[in-house]
Each structure stands twice: as C-alpha cells, then as structure tokens.
C-alpha cells in the first residue's frame, strides 16, 4: 500500500466516523428509519466497521482491508434497495454510503475479484437475512401536543423551567389548574419556552414522558420533576435521564419535530416575549405576565 493510499484511507475513514456521529446528534432527523443487527443499533456497527477499517489500514493489510470493503459495500447495496423499496431515504446513510464505495474504489485490485465478488455477495446476504428494521414515515408519527382538559376556555401557559418566576409560581398554580380541569372548566396546553440555553432540551424530555404516558396527572409529575432538575443545575442529558429514573418516571424518545413547529406557531400567534405568561380565549384573547395577574386570571375562570 502506497503511504498516499494510506493516508487517503485514513482521511475517508474519519470521515465515515464524523457521518456517525452528525447522525447520533442529530438522529431525529431520520428517525423513522431504524435497523439492528443482533440487537445492535446500526450506528454502533457502523462505528465498529469503520474501527476495523482504520485498525487493518494501519496495519497495511491490503487484502483484508478490501474484503472488509467489499462485505460493506454489498450491505450497503441492500440498504440502498430497502430504503428505495420502501421509498425512505436516509441521507446519513446515504452519505455513509458514500465513504465505503470511495474507499473501495480507491483499494479496488482487479487480482482479487474472486475475494472481492464472495465478500460482496456475502454482505448483501447477511444483512438481507440479519437486519431487523423499522419505517415509521414522519407524516404517520403522532403530533403529540401536551394539552389537557375538555372545557370550553382555552388556556396556554408559557413557562421555562430555568426561569425564576415560573419556578415559584408552580406550586401556586397547579392545585388551581388541577380544579379547572377536574371541573371540565379549561383546556389547557402547557408551553415549554425555550428563553434559556438548555430549555430546548428539557423540553424536549417533557415531551418524551407524555410519549409513554399521556395523561394530565403524569403531566404535572413530569413538570414537578423538571423544575426540580433545572432547579439542581443538571444540564446533560445523561443527567437529566439519571435524575428521571431514580424519580420512577418513564420516558420514551420520539420524533419531536412536528410538535415543535405547531409550539413555534404558537408563539407567533401569542406573541410571547417573557416567561411567564398565560394566555386565556374566552370569546377573546387576553395574555397575562407575571406570577399575580396570571393567578388572578385563572381564578377569575373558577
């Protein structure tokens, strides 16, 4: 192996791993393709493929730097046929892809086609047989939007969990708001309001517990836990999941992006520029800020 080639493949290589890892960040945005083999994510194969790829280019193994390549090359064609098949297409997967086919062009050595059309062949039919996969399209997921309540006035309330107000006015808030909604007096969509840097991503986690249970009282628990977390300081997702469990309360992951937009427009159409802030339509719109008009408000519908 020539010391360019090398390096070559080492640069691609990275590359791969960089893909891997824009994919585990921003993982939402392809969701709705999923896949194992054994049990095992396909990113975390992914990885381990591209560890051997290096390990075996720096070891100048020729030959079984290809087969590796032409077995991944062959996978690749099957996941290509499947997200064609089933008319889903995954760009981080395209793009990963991408990297293996530029690397076995770059190793390709006519001599060993014989090594190259078994491993290839081979690769297509081990993943036809052991990829376990899951489509969820994006248009099917559920707009999961965190309102409550069957009663004819409808309520917003905008809060952030890092916000010093909205912390103190909880307490206040919810025995009142829990006696509208078993009053059938409001309906009400709780607001996640992301003025602060990490706001987003509890948001986002307020979210993922009504995803594994949508119901009013596991709502306020959920609320109750979070600004208890912000108030902690905790700001890692591993974290605030840590702090979760020992809370006993579940949470599953999903696709939050449609319900993110329909949030967004929200705070559009009611015009929010401070936390926090109830918004009421009872034939009218009117919006409240601040921890004694929004109480008064909600007292003035009991």
Known sequence: MSSRKYWVNLII?????????LYYICGESCSYLRGSIFSIDLKYIGLLYIGLLII????????????????????EIY??????KNEIICYYCISFGAVILTLFLLNFDMSKKVFIGISLIFGFIFF?????????????????????????????????YFCGPCSKLEPKLKPLIVDLIKNGKI???????????????????F??????????????????????????????????????KKKNIKFRPFNVSPT????????KED???????????????????????IIKALQGIK
């Open 13 to 21: 290589s990275l590359l791969g791993i960089g893909i891997i890892f």
């Open 56 to 75: 075996f280019n720096l070891m100048r193994r020729s030959t079984i730097l290809l087969i590796l390549l032409s077995f991944g090359l062959g996978s």
């Open 79 to 84: 996941l290509l046929f499947f997200q064609i």
């Open 128 to 160: 036809s047989i052991f990829l376990k996969s899951s489509i969820t399209p994006l248009y099917a997921e559920e707009v999961l939007i965190p309102s409550f309540g069957g009663g004819k006035t409808i309520v917003r309330l905008y809060t952030d």
């Open 187 to 205: 309906n009400i969509t709780f607001v996640d309001t992301p003025i602060h840097t990490y706001s987003s991503l509890y948001a986002r986690y």
């Open 207 to 244: 979210l993922y517990i009504l995803n594994e249970k949508k119901e009013f009282e596991h709502a306020i628990k959920a609320r109750d836990a979070l600004f208890e977390a912000a108030k902690n300081n905790i700001k890692k997702k591993e974290l605030i999941e840590d702090f979760l």
């Open 260 to 267: 993110f937009t329909i949030l967004n427009g929200y705070f």
């Open 271 to 293: 015009k929010i520029n401070a936390t926090p802030t109830c918004v009421i339509f009872n034939g009218e719109r009117k919006s409240y800020t601040g921890y004694a008009d």
